[in-house]
């Protein structure tokens, strides 16, 4: 396969042996471009399967620009530049002042020309996207053209870049020679790379009519040339095997002469990459020009965009140029907004659901960086919600509601979905205060033939399970629905198939409903479960082939997800890969012979990329997954990074605890022990991490949004530290009952878990009871403190952006909270004992608490209040305190994680060492 991958090459991780041959830093963990790179994201596969787009930058920096690869990995290519395509529209002017604080920074600028909210028309040739809250479009079918001086500036860098390659590959040969010379026998690595070399040498060597400048050419060479740069490494890598060669001091000089051409071959790389960049690429088109917010673009048709702006919806005509508002209920100022926008497939009707907050509550988020202090705000709550259908052509003046029965409790609608006729909604409800969640058919909603049918109702004493949302309507038989359900113990997929009734005898003639001949359905409902067994389904979706599903699933282990193909029959593996992470999945829906899955994949140690499969149902080859992306830095990859071992912790009441132990390298080796320990006394000191969200799975051979953290256990372990990393309960991924252990009383079997988990790792582990620390972010900030308040079996804790009091998280997010403990004014009991402030008194240890202030997810009143009643028991010993002005819940700025994360590493140093 010829493919041109795009590479993120810089200077500084070229010359990367010189920083993970030493212990790793904060600050190198922390920086922005990342060590690991940075991910491709907010991709989008087309819907006939032929490509895919999403949002990289080579460089590891913001603004990410846009990038299109074919589905087979080929023809990666730059689609959109963020900054010369970005337009800037007027801002408030800085301080005239030359000192103090610049609010919108460089940092912060680039942030702001990223683009984003992409969506393909649904003849996959056009391309929307959004930049400063402006709505653009590309055709895929127009053409870049370049200059003849912008053409003969690329290939002057093209041929620098070469003749680095060809630099390097004279090299090579010498290396070789100067090996066997030195009693190396590797006959297969070096035949190998000299064939791979003269392949590559020839390539370069031949001067076709376009002098060499074609796209198919430079793939081909980058390709090869990458191959042959693997090669390369292991000839490095014979130092290894061959202890002698470290004194062999030609080897060594060959050696230094390679890697000074490798870094002026990344300079030639990167120089060549910043002029391909710069080139002309097909210029969008602006669609908006206001001075609202638009957001929520998606193609309704070919030529027609649905979008939001300032809360309301709007259908914008590309063809006749016409513009028509969809909805007029949202108004901001009232705080009633409109969400779970859904039009049917040929795009004639629009559902929509109006949420009413003018209840909730407002939350103040201050910002102290400015001039003058602001006092944004957001309202959280429940609502009272409404579901409306209206034709997209904008002629109904009066949307039809659609009239459910009656909700019990507090609830909101789950999802809202158009069956295969674009005529029938499918509505996913909760209500009864989350334990009771609904799923109706709408028939012939907004019509005089109108009729809910309740496809399925069940109840859990605890609360309805959050993955069970996956509804899919069966894209072509209209009585078809799939759906997901915990009802026996693990979510897993049903079919509920309705009954359609038999038309009445009509011999006058005469319309009964509003579709003559469909009398509809008798409300008799068959459901059958299609999976079954001790594992969770979290995702599925119908293929284009009938009746065939594909769906995620952790039936193979609980620290992987594999894909397969379900039927009403029976699932078999989708296709056979290599065992790690598959997640977020996209399935073309256009080609109904090959249907075309995207995923991205990861493992522990290989941050995620994108990946394509496609199915061939008559094809007797058996097909590979391709890769698309390569976005991880090769001095990443070539990390020797330590490997998490996976272990099962029994649990005081007979359940197991799935955990990741990292070790340090010494921990087997006796002669580094403290003076006056045996080989099995314990030793080491321990950090526990404890995940946040509650309702997570960190126990996975997979890459996610904690690689800073990954990095920094790293660190740990490479300063002497044993890091425990545990799923306790609450944690997704192991059924109904590990998911709802913790209900009435967070931080009671959870927190069982952690100290069950220092007790098996105390007891197997040489791990000394008396240094053990604790540290996390959100719910694993909350935990961290309810370990330094509740047990001695910490000897300090660091708490990250920490619920300290759940009536406060109630709210800010009543969902979440009000599943786990109901509602404070008829549960307080439940809040009580598990808020950390409750149990303040109990502190006589270290304690180090961080939090961003312009948090609103967990805001800082939690720590403020917090830190007031722990001056107030007068604790002033026993616990630091740090606000990141400028920081939300999820931190953005390396200066800020850096020193997070060197206040956190210092306060273990000087506590556990």
């Known amino acids: 396969m010829v493919s041109r991958t795009f590479r993120f090459l810089l200077l500084s991780l070229v010359l990367f042996s010189a920083v993970f041959a030493q212990t790793l830093t904060v600050k190198d963990i922390m920086r922005e471009p990342s060590v690991a790179g940075m991910r491709p994201e907010a991709e989008r596969l087309s819907p006939d399967g032929r490509f895919v787009v999403y949002a990289w930058s080579a460089e590891g920096r913001e603004p990410r620009d846009l990038y299109i690869v074919n589905a087979d990995g080929s023809n990666a290519r730059i689609l959109v530049s963020a900054e010369r395509n970005f ?55 127009d053409k870049a053209v370049l200059t003849d001086e912008e053409k003969a500036k690329t290939a002057d860098y093209w041929r620098r870049y070469e003749e680095q390659i060809v630099r390097r590959a004279n090299l090579i040969p010498n290396l070789i020679e100067t090996l066997k010379t030195a009693g190396v026998i590797e006959k297969e690595i070096f035949d190998k790379l000299a064939g791979i070399r003269s392949k590559l040498l020839n390539a370069i060597n031949e001067k076709p009519a376009d002098d060499g400048q074609s796209a198919a050419r430079k793939d081909w060479i980058l390709q090869t040339d990458s191959e042959f740069a693997a090669g390369v490494e292991r000839l490095r890598n014979l130092r290894t095997n061959y202890p002698s060669l470290r004194s062999n001091a030609s080897y060594s000089n060959l050696l230094d002469e390679l890697q000074g051409i490798e870094n002026r071959l990344a300079v030639a790389k990167i120089d060549y990459d910043r002029i391909a960049k710069e080139s002309p690429t097909i210029k969008p088109r602006r669609i908006t020009r206001t001075a609202g917010v638009e957001a929520g673009a998606r193609w309704l048709t070919n030529d027609a965009i649905l979008y939001s702006s300032n809360g309301n919806y709007f259908v914008l005509n590309l063809r006749e140029t016409a513009l028509v508002q969809i909805t007029k209920e949202a108004n901001p100022a009232a705080f009633v907004s409109v969400f779970n926008v859904a039009p049917t497939r040929d795009g004639k009707l629009i559902a929509y659901v109006v949420s009413d907050g003018s209840k909730q509550r407002a939350l103040f988020v201050p910002n102290y960086l400015d001039e003058f202090v602001q006092t944004p705000t957001t309202r959280r709550g429940f609502t009272e919600q409404k579901l409306f259908v209206t034709p997209a052509d904008g002629s109904l003046e009066k ?20 069956a295969a006729d674009n005529a029938s909604l499918v509505v996913d409800r909760v209500d009864q205060d989350l334990k009771r969640r609904q799923l109706f058919y709408v028939y012939l909603a907004g019509s005089k ?10 109840r859990d004493a605890k609360w309805i399970a959050p993955l069970s949302r996956i509804v899919e309507p069966h894209p072509a038989d209209r009585t078809k629905i799939l759906f997901a359900s915990e009802r026996d113990g693990y979510n897993h997929l049903y079919l509920a198939t309705l009954e359609r009734a038999a038309p009445e005898p009509n011999p006058s003639g005469e319309i009964r409903q509003e579709v003559p001949g469909d009398a509809g359905f008798t409300g008799k409902i068959e459901t059958k479960q299609l999976t079954q067994g001790a594992f969770e389904i979290d995702w599925a979706k119908w293929m284009s082939r009938q009746n065939a599903f594909v769906y995620s699933s952790t039936e193979t282990g609980t620290a992987t997800r594999d894909f397969y193909v379900g039927t009403e029959t029976g699932s078999r593996p989708f296709f056979s890969g290599e065992k790690g992470m598959k997640t977020s999945p996209q399935l073309s ?6 249907d075309v899955l995207l995923y991205e994949f990861s493992k522990w140690n290989r941050p995620t990329e994108l990946y394509t499969f496609q199915e061939c149902a008559n094809c007797d080859a058996i097909r590979a997954p391709r890769k698309l992306t390569a976005s991880a830095p090769d001095a990443f990859l070539q990390t020797n990074w330590s490997a998490p071992k996976f272990v099962d912790i029994p649990a005081r009441d007979g359940k197991i605890i799935k955990a990741k132990i990292y070790l340090p390298e010494d921990f087997n080796k006796v002669k580094d022990k403290p003076k006056g320990k045996t080989k099995d006394e314990p030793w080491f000191p321990m950090v526990v991490f404890v995940h946040g969200a509650g ?50 009383f967070l931080g009671g079997r959870d927190y069982e878990d952690h100290l069950d988990a220092i007790d098996f790792m105390v007891k197997n582990y040489r791990v000394d009871p008396k240094k053990i620390g604790a540290y996390g972010g959100s719910y694993g900030g909350f935990m961290a403190e309810m370990l330094a308040f509740r047990t001695d079996k910490i000897a300090c804790a660091a708490a990250l952006r920490p619920v300290a009091d759940w009536k406060n998280y109630f709210a800010s997010s009543p969902v979440y909270t009000a599943e786990r403990l109901g509602f ?17 008194g109990g502190l006589d240890k270290p304690l180090l608490i961080l939090h961003g202030l ?48 060197t206040r956190i590493l210092n306060f273990f140093d000087k506590h556990l060492k």
């Open 87 to 141: 337009e800037p529209r007027a801002t408030p002017p800085e301080s005239k002042l030359d000192y103090g604080l610049t609010v919108r920074d460089d940092f912060q600028k680039a942030r702001e020309k990223n683009l984003g909210g992409v969506d393909i028309s649904p003849d996959s040739k056009r391309i929307l996207f959004l930049q400063n809250t402006d709505i653009y479009v590309l055709d895929l079918e």
């Open 399 to 418: 949307p039809y509601e659609i009239k459910l029965p009656k909700a019990e409790g507090a609830g909101y609608l789950r999802s809202v979905k158009w």
């Open 449 to 458: 033939a109108e009729k809910t049918i309740l496809v399925t109702e069940e």
């Open 589 to 594: 829906d256009a080609a109904p012979a090959d």
């Open 695 to 744: 309702y997570l799975q960190n126990t996975i051979d997979g890459w996610n949004n904690y690689y800073r953290e990954f990095m920094f256990n790293e660190l740990l372990v490479q300063k002497g530290y044993v890091v425990l990393d545990i799923d306790y309960r609450g944690s997704a991924g192991y059924g109904r009952d590990w998911r709802t252990d913790v209900y009435d």
């Open 824 to 840: 404070p004014e008829k549960n307080v009991e439940a809040y009580k004992r598990s808020s950390p402030i409750a149990y303040a």
């Open 854 to 901: 312009v948090d609103d997810n967990v805001p800082a009143q939690d720590s403020m209040q917090l830190i007031e009643k722990l001056i107030r028991l007068e604790k002033t010993d026993h616990f630091e305190a740090m606000i990141y002005p400028s920081e939300n819940h999820g931190f953005t700025r390396p200066s800020s994680w850096t020193d997070e994360y």
